[in-house]
């Protein structure tokens, strides 16, 4: 029997691992991306003295 090149085919399953943790990554950022930047608002509206107005869509907070 050839003997195939085990390398190559490990190179792929790692890869193919790394597409899918970045979907994943992606999907979840792309979903809870409003509520992170919410939160990033309402840290900097504290450190800035201001008030924290929430908008209408997660995401949509301002500072006053």
């Known amino acids: 029997m050839v003997e195939l090149n085990k390398k190559g085919q490990a190179l ?13 990554v992606v999907s979840l950022v792309k979903l809870l991306g409003g509520y992170l930047q919410d939160s990033i608002t ?12 929430e908008g209408s869509k997660p995401g949509e907070g301002t500072c006053k």
């Open 12 to 24: 792929v399953e790692y890869l193919l691992i790394i597409a899918v943790i970045s979907v994943i």
């Open 42 to 53: 309402k840290s900097s509206c504290e450190l800035l003295d201001k008030t924290y107005v």
